[in-house]
């Protein structure tokens, strides 16, 4: 496993290179990782799940990562390199700046930011 993504997830998807969709399991509480191909789909179970979370917060869970594929899937097809000038605040500069935010998504995935103690700790930068 690496950040809960198994590595036949991830040799399925740089094998095909389709986007990622997630969805899941509820018989089993399992998430499920799929890539259309054009002549069917192919499919591998990514990660078991907390059997006492329920079924529309595992579906949100899916659509999240679902989005999340999506996003890092548009910055490869859409470089920045393609959009022209990189000036600040052209098509190109954003590009770059979203491709350069994956590291933190990734720290996010991995560990989470989430109520521990009934509290959570909110780091920001005035």
């Known amino acids: 496993m690496r950040l809960g993504i198994c590595d036949s997830a991830l040799r399925q998807f740089w094998r095909y290179g389709f986007v990622t969709r ?3 399991d ?3 509480s399992e998430l499920i990782a799929a890539w259309g191909t054009g002549e069917g789909d192919l499919a ?5 799940l907390p059997a006492e979370a329920g079924t529309s917060v595992l579906l949100g869970l899916a659509r999240a990562l679902s989005h999340l594929s999506d996003a890092a899937w548009r ?3 859409h470089p920045a390199s ?3 000038s990189q000036e600040p605040n ?3 500069w954003r590009r770059k700046r979203e491709r350069g935010h994956f590291g933190e998504a990734l720290d996010a995935i991995a560990k989470p930011n989430l109520p ?3 509290s ?3 780091s920001y930068s005035p």
């Open 90 to 92: 052209s098509e190109a």
């Open 44 to 48: 591998t179970r990514v990660a078991t």
């Open 82 to 84: 393609a959009a022209g």
């Open 75 to 77: 910055t490869y097809t």
């Open 26 to 28: 509820p018989d089993r």
């Open 116 to 118: 521990s103690g009934g």
């Open 22 to 24: 997630y969805s899941i």
């Open 120 to 122: 959570m700790v909110v």
